[in-house]
């Protein structure tokens, strides 16, 4: 080991410099823009996480403050053993637990609420790529879900690691128009498309 560190020269700031950023998202997409296009991609948004045994509330106030909807359930290595919505945790289930166990809400954790790893549906990275966001859209809805992950998964091992999120929400900002409305029940394709005016 060396036991002097010699400093780097270094040179003056420009005026006019910048700096890096993540790429934007585009503000307006339509149904054959890439599915690249509506994804939030982890290399640049840091996914926000919650152990299984947080209390439901507290969860919910994490939503919050980092302006997402859906957290991923890690365990003391960092695994994925799960993932919980606002949906879930402002719906039913929480309050189907407060009856049967007869516990208070503040006892009711993530872990008793969540989906599990195993019912957790991924996309493909790969298929992704070659993806527009109509594809994206067709998949929420039949999936009826408000949320997809995007995993790259290594052809030989099959392991996977997750690298992106699509939500209803994020697709509708930059569509124009509700893709999976609260109530309702989710328009069709040709629906969303009529409101774009035909794209």
């Not at 010699?6 to 005026?15: D, G, K, M």
């Not at 149904?31 to 947080?54: C, E, G």
């Not at 992704?128 to 067709?138: C, F, L, P, S, Y």
């Not at 997809?148 to 999120?165: F, H, N, T, W, Y």
């Amino acid at each position: 080991m060396k036991n002097e560190y010699p400093s780097l020269s270094y040179v003056s700031l420009q005026a006019g410099t910048t700096f890096l950023h993540p790429p934007n998202l585009p503000e307006l997409v339509h149904l054959d823009s890439p599915a690249a296009d509506v994804m939030t991609d982890f290399r640049f948004v840091h996914p926000v996480t919650v152990r299984p045994q947080t209390p439901i509330d507290n969860a919910l106030e994490k939503m919050k403050s980092a302006g997402v909807r859906l957290l991923l359930v890690t365990d003391d290595e960092g695994n994925i053993i799960g993932i919980v919505t606002s949906k879930i945790l402002l719906g039913e289930a929480p309050i189907k637990i407060v009856r049967e166990k007869r516990i208070p809400r503040s006892a009711v954790t993530v872990a008793m609420v969540m989906t599990p790893q195993p019912e957790v549906p991924l996309l493909d990275m790969r298929s992704v790529r070659n993806a527009q966001v109509g594809h994206i859209v067709k998949t929420l809805q039949q999936l009826d879900r408000k949320h997809l992950l995007v995993a790259e998964i290594d052809p030989k091992s099959k392991q996977q690691r997750i690298c992106g999120l699509f939500s209803t929400s994020q697709i509708g900002r930059q569509l124009g128009v509700t893709v999976v409305p609260e109530t309702a029940a989710a328009q069709t394709l040709a629906e969303i498309q009529q409101q774009l005016g035909g794209t």
